[in-house]
């Protein structure tokens, strides 16, 4: 198993630790399992406190499937940031909404009038569902439907907990989700040091897609199930 996330809670006040744990840890392995072909996860709440003999460099695995199970080492910087829902989460009466122009028009939202045809894209662009790793938030669909998940212990619908994506924010007009620091890099498409600023993490899920943790609300300690997106 490689680490993928180690997340504080005095960092991130989202989280909801089960007892006097305030570390997240998670970890998947490296392979395509059987029968989704998505690299297995594991959950583990634990104690900072309580954390001794600490590795400066994680053991490399021997071999992976494919290069982006690998994680690159690096630092999280959190930030809060208001999202809307996936446009599929909502409901006929408010996407038939978001298609009308002349609605857009009459809230004086400042959008482009390239939009014009398509107003329900400024949404899905703009503040529909935020691309890029996060704590909680809206499901990313896509590449199905929305199907909600349900905890095998107690049938409770089961809620986001992170999302590993392959991108921080997508390309064109996408990056507008990515941080102030990274906005100049995002308009020329350009990398540092032959990395792109938008796979820090170099994560690839999939073909590009996002891998969702689901959690039960009513016990972390309920197992956890994942989704890819």
């Known amino acids: 198993m490689l680490p993928v996330a180690q997340l504080f809670l005095r960092d991130i006040p989202l989280l909801r630790p089960p007892g006097q744990a305030d570390l997240l840890q ?8 059987e029968p989704d072909y998505k690299p297995s996860t594991a959950l583990f709440w634990r104690s900072a406190a309580e954390v001794g003999d600490i590795l400066t460099t994680p053991p490399e695995p021997y071999e992976a499937d494919y290069p982006g199970y690998v994680p690159e080492p690096c630092v999280l910087a959190p930030e809060a940031f208001t999202e809307y829902p996936n446009s599929l989460d909502l ?51 896509g590449r199905t439907d929305p199907n909600p998940q349900f905890c095998a212990v107690c049938e409770a619908r089961m809620v986001p907990l992170l999302t590993i994506a392959s991108r921080e924010w997508d390309g064109g007009e996408g990056h507008s989700w990515a941080p102030q620091e990274d906005q100049a890099a995002a308009l020329a498409g350009s990398s540092y040091a032959g990395q792109n600023p938008s796979q820090p993490t170099r994560v690839e899920v999939g073909s590009t897609d996002n891998m969702q943790i689901y959690v039960c609300p009513t016990s972390p300690e309920h197992p956890h199930t994942d989704l890819i997106q």
């Open 26 to 33: 998670i970890l998947w392995c490296p392979y395509e399992h």
């Open 91 to 141: 409901s006929p009466e408010l996407q038939r909404m978001l298609e009308d122009w002349n609605r857009w028009q009459a809230a004086g939202a400042s959008v482009d009038s390239s939009y014009a045809q398509y107003p329900r894209d400024f949404y899905s662009i703009h503040l529909g569902n935020a691309p890029g790793w996060k704590v909680g938030g809206w499901p990313p669909w």
